[in-house]
């Protein structure tokens, strides 16, 4: 059974910063690539960060130059660096796990954090 269980929202400060983590469990996850979305309310899901197997990263615009994206495989574990925060990147998070294969595509999503940036 995948899951993928996400930590490290909350609460905080514009211009503050926080931690997310996602750990895997029930995949090979060195094969897959991890990704972080989010979804603010009345708002569609959107990428906020990808890192693929072998470590390449891509990033949403909106979030360039304050979020980093990393991936320890011996641990399993997907982190997500979000440093001077704004009031719009409130939302809930998600962790993604996907890879394709010739005859199938795999696609797991994790549960969600609420990330809320507010004074």
């Known amino acids: 059974q995948v899951q993928l269980v996400e930590s490290g929202g909350g609460l905080v400060q514009p211009g503050g910063s926080l931690r997310l983590s996602c750990a895997a469990s029930?995949?090979?996850?060195?094969?897959?690539?991890m990704g972080w979305y989010r979804q603010a309310p009345g708002k569609r899901r959107e990428l906020v960060a990808r890192?693929?197997?072998?470590?390449?990263?891509n990033y949403g615009d909106s979030v360039k130059g304050r979020f980093t994206i990393s991936r320890d495989n011996a641990k399993r574990t997907v982190y997500l660096q979000m440093n001077s925060l704004k009031p719009e990147d409130t939302g809930v998070y998600y962790c993604?796990?996907?890879?394709?294969?010739?005859?199938?595509?795999?696609?797991?999503w994790g549960q969600g954090t609420q990330v809320t940036v507010s004074s």
């Open positions: 890192i693929s197997s072998g470590a390449g990263t």
């Open positions: 029930g995949i090979i996850f060195s094969g897959y690539a």
């Open positions: 993604n796990a996907a890879r394709s294969s010739p005859i199938k595509e795999y696609d797991y």
